[in-house]
């Protein structure tokens, strides 16, 4: 992989973070270069969160020194519904932004609502299925985990938020123009 234009998206998680790499290529079109889920093997406490911090940071570390291009990135932000993982979702999103920046790494939050509209355009889409049934319409990502169809859709708002990938509606302008700078 050399040229064109990387992006990256993290869906952070306590039991499954997803990553994703999507390239710009020439006739911007998106390529789904990369994805995973990443699963810490320490069990509890800011161990796991540190390790799934680092194990992040490190795949996307390791992609980019295949590219040879710092990436943008795009990570989803805290859904405070989710009051008794709350604090172990701030631990490890924390941690991932931590790296991000001191790894020099430009990178934005999108809060959760945003990911929905961009891609669905609808914020309060229920379930896993439809933001995965659009990204696959819309980009062509076939994925079978919903953690890595979250990030391959938080790399497009990190393409869109750049101006190397164009929007074509309304509301997905909408959702970039709330993201922010981590």
């Known amino acids: ?12 998680s306590a039991t499954s973070t997803g990553v994703a790499i999507v390239e710009i290529a020439d006739n911007f079109k998106p390529v789904l270069r990369a994805s995973t889920c990443i699963k810490a093997t320490t069990s509890t406490g800011i161990c796991r969160s540190a ?39 701030v631990e490890v999103g924390t941690l991932i932004r931590y790296r991000f ?14 990911l929905k509209k961009f891609v669905t355009g609808k914020g ?21 985990q919903d953690d890595e169809c979250d990030a391959a859709c938080l790399a497009m708002m990190a393409a869109a938020h750049s101006g190397t990938w ?5 509301y997905q302008r909408e959702a970039v123009g709330l993201m922010r700078r981590i």
């Not at 992989?1 to 952070?12: I, L, R, T, Y």
């Not at 799934?52 to 996307?60: C, D, Q, R, S």
């Not at 920046?101 to 945003?114: I, K, L, M, N, Y």
């Not at 164009?166 to 309304?170: D, E, F, G, P, Y």
């Open 166 to 170: 164009k929007m074509t509606a309304q």
């Open 1 to 12: 992989m050399n040229g064109g234009n990387f992006f990256v998206g993290v869906d952070p």
């Open 51 to 89: 390790e799934i911090g680092h194990l992040v940071a490190e795949y996307i570390a390791t992609v980019q020194g295949t590219i040879d291009v710092a990436p943008i990135i795009a990570i989803e932000g805290y859904s405070y519904g989710s009051k008794f993982q709350l604090p172990l979702l």
């Open 101 to 114: 920046h001191s790894s020099g790494w430009e990178a934005w939050v999108v809060p959760p609502t945003c």
């Open 124 to 144: 309060n889409t229920k379930g896993k299925g439809p933001l995965m049934i659009a990204a696959y319409k819309a980009w062509g990502f076939d994925l079978s």
